[in-house]
């Protein structure tokens, strides 16, 4: 499971994060209290947080990958902030079927 990063010596460009959005992110800079990145789920960036106050957790590049294309594991994300499509139980099924 994801730890949680309690300074920015735990994490470091490189390495992947969940930012407080539960974005899966490439982490290119940390220092003092602010960790940046680049979203894995649309490339937006920079995704920066607060290390103290966002709950920001080290991902593994498996966790990363499983965030990206299945959402959190541990999580509960609100429906309209999903990016991906929780088959077969979302309605988005019906609108893509052909
Ligand atoms: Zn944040």
Redesign the pocket.
Known sequence: MPSLVSTHTEIQPGNYYE???FHPCLCISSDDDEITGVSLVDGSHP????IP????RRLTFEEALHWKFFGPLDQTVVKDSRWWYDYPNDEMVETHRL
């Open positions: 930012d407080c959005a995704r920066a947080c607060s106050h966002c709950g920001v």
